[in-house]
C-alpha cells in the first residue's frame, strides 16, 4: 500500500462548545507526488473537519493533518462515546484509501430554565401556578422543586417535588398556595413566594446554577365587598313589596271577594248542589249492582295504572387531559410541525387551556391547529415570550383529530447570560376534557 494513515491517539474527549484537535499523520510510500482529500464519517461528522482539508506529499513525505472536533453546546448532540472514522482519500488512486478509526467521548454540560406560569394569582381558598422547566443540557436532569415563602400566613406545595426531564424537552409542575387563615370579608392579602428549580449535578461534575422564581398569589375574602350592600338592597325592597300588599293590593281583594258573595250567587250554588245529588246516587247503584262484561261478578273493575315511561338517556365520562411538545426548527429549513395530542376512537377532546412559549425570544410564526386548515391560534414568535389562552366555549376535536403546533423560524433568539442557540425552540402545553361518546 503506498499510503499510511495513523491517529495521534485513538481515543479523545470534547467538551460542548470547545474545540479539540486530534493529529493525523499521512506517510506517502508511492514513487510520485500524491494530494489527498478527507473526509470524516460518523455521528460527529457534523460538527468535525480536517484542517487543511487536501494535502500534497512528496514521495517519502509525510505530514501531519488535525481532526478539529467542536461539538456545540446544546440538546442536540447527547453526552456519551461515539465512533467515528476519517476516511483518506488519494486522487490519482482511489482504490488505496485508508480509513483510520477512533472514538470520541463527549462531556455532558447542564443548562436549565424555568418560568412560572402565571407569576401572580388571586382566589378566596388558594392560587394555582404551573412551573415550566427546560432542559437544554446534552444529558437528562433531575430538578428538584422547593419554595421559600415570604411570610408564615401562606403554604406552598408541589405536585411532584422533582422532575424528570430529557435533553431537549420541558416538563411541567403544578404549584399550590394556600392561606393559612381564611378571610371573610375585609381588604385582600398578597402572599409573595419564591419557587427554587435545583438541577442535580452528576458525580464528579461541577455544580450546576440554581433557578429562583418569584410570584405571589392574592387572597380575597370569602364574602365579597358589595355583598353587605346587596343585601341590604334586598331587605328594603322586601320591607317595600309587603308595605304594598298590606297597604294597597290586600283591601282591594278582600272587597272583591266580599262583592261577589250576594244572595243570588249563594241560591245558584245550592241548587246545583241538589241537581247532583241524585245522579250521584244512581251512579253508586249501579256501580254495587252492576257486573264487568267478561261474567266474572263481583264488583267494579279497576283501571290499570299506564306504565311510566323509562329513563333513557345516558351521560358520558369526561376526564381532564393535558398535553405537551416542543417544537425546534432552523433558519430557512421551512415550518416544523409536531403532534401534541390525538384523540383515540369514540372519543371527543374539549380543548379549554392553551399555554406556547419562546423562552429564547425567536422571530418567526407559530400555528396551533385542531385539525387540518383549522388553525386555534396563530402567533408573530416577536411578540411573546410566554403567553396563556383560556376558552369558555371549548373547542371540539373529534375522534381521530389531532392537536399540533407547525413553527415556522426566521431568527433565532439570543437568551440573556448564555450561548446563542443553533435553532428556534417554541413550547406548547394544552389541557381539556377528554370525553367518552355516548352510544345512540
Not at 514521495?59 to 446544546?74: A, E, H, I
Request: charged residues 20%; aromatic residues 4%; proline residues 8%.
Amino acid at each position: 500500500m503506498s499510503l499510511t494513515a495513523s491517529l495521534d491517539a485513538s481515543s479523545v474527549t470534547a467538551a460542548p462548545g470547545e474545540e479539540t484537535a486530534l493529529p493525523l499523520r499521512i506517510l506517502n510510500s508511492s514513487r510520485t507526488v500524491e494530494e489527498y482529500r478527507f473526509e470524516v464519517v460518523g455521528e460527529c461528522a457534523a460538527w468535525s473537519t480536517v484542517e487543511p482539508a487536501t494535502l500534497s506529499l512528496y514521495p517519502g513525505d509525510s505530514q501531519t493533518v488535525s481532526l478539529m472536533l467542536r461539538p456545540p453546546r446544546d440538546s442536540s448532540v447527547l453526552a456519551g462515546e461515539t465512533t467515528f472514522g476519517i476516511r483518506v482519500v488519494p486522487t490519482s488512486e482511489l482504490s488505496s484509501t485508508v480509513v483510520p478509526e477512533g472514538r470520541v467521548t463527549v462531556l455532558p454540560f447542564h443548562e436549565t430554565t424555568a418560568e412560572l406560569v402565571p407569576r401572580s394569582s388571586h382566589g378566596a381558598w388558594r392560587g394555582r401556578h404551573r412551573i415550566a422547566v427546560d432542559n437544554r443540557g446534552n444529558t437528562p436532569a433531575t430538578v428538584r422543586l422547593r419554595a421559600q415563602s415570604g411570610t408564615e400566613r401562606a403554604r406552598v406545595s408541589f405536585a411532584a417535588d422533582a422532575l424528570q426531564i430529557a435533553p431537549g424537552r420541558a416538563e411541567f409542575g403544578h404549584v399550590t398556595v394556600r392561606p393559612a387563615k381564611r378571610i371573610w370579608r375585609g381588604t385582600p392579602v398578597t402572599h409573595p413566594f419564591q419557587v427554587v428549580a435545583t438541577p442535580d449535578a452528576g458525580e464528579g461534575q461541577a455544580p450546576v446554577t440554581t433557578v429562583v422564581l418569584d410570584g405571589s398569589y392574592q387572597q380575597e375574602p370569602i364574602l365579597p365587598r358589595w355583598l353587605p350592600r346587596a343585601l341590604i338592597t334586598a331587605a328594603v325592597l322586601l320591607i317595600a313589596l309587603v308595605g304594598l300588599w298590606y297597604a294597597l293590593l290586600r283591601p282591594v281583594v278582600k272587597s272583591a271577594a266580599r262583592e261577589a258573595v250576594t244572595p243570588e250567587a249563594v241560591r245558584s250554588a245550592a241548587a246545583a248542589d241538589k241537581s247532583k245529588a241524585p245522579e250521584s246516587g244512581s251512579s253508586a247503584g249501579a256501580a254495587s249492582g252492576g257486573g264487568d262484561s267478561s261474567g266474572a261478578g263481583g264488583g267494579a273493575s279497576k283501571p290499570s295504572p299506564s306504565p311510566s315511561p323509562a329513563a333513557s338517556g345516558g351521560a358520558s365520562n369526561a376526564a381532564p387531559t393535558s398535553a405537551q411538545v416542543q417544537v425546534r426548527d432552523s433558519v430557512g429549513g421551512g415550518s416544523n410541525t409536531a403532534t401534541a395530542l390525538r384523540v383515540p376512537s369514540g372519543h371527543t377532546f374539549q380543548l379549554t387551556d392553551i399555554v406556547v412559549q419562546n423562552p429564547q425570544g425567536d422571530a418567526g410564526t407559530l400555528v396551533v391547529s385542531s385539525g387540518k386548515d383549522r388553525p386555534v391560534l396563530r402567533l408573530a414568535l416577536e411578540n411573546f415570550r410566554d403567553s396563556d389562552y383560556h376558552f369558555v366555549t371549548p373547542i371540539l376535536v373529534p375522534a381521530g383529530g389531532t392537536v399540533t403546533m407547525t413553527v415556522d423560524c426566521r431568527k433565532v433568539g439570543k437568551p440573556v447570560n448564555a450561548p446563542a442557540p443553533a435553532r428556534c425552540a417554541e413550547s406548547l402545553f394544552l389541557g381539556g376534557t377528554m370525553r367518552t361518546d355516548s352510544a345512540d
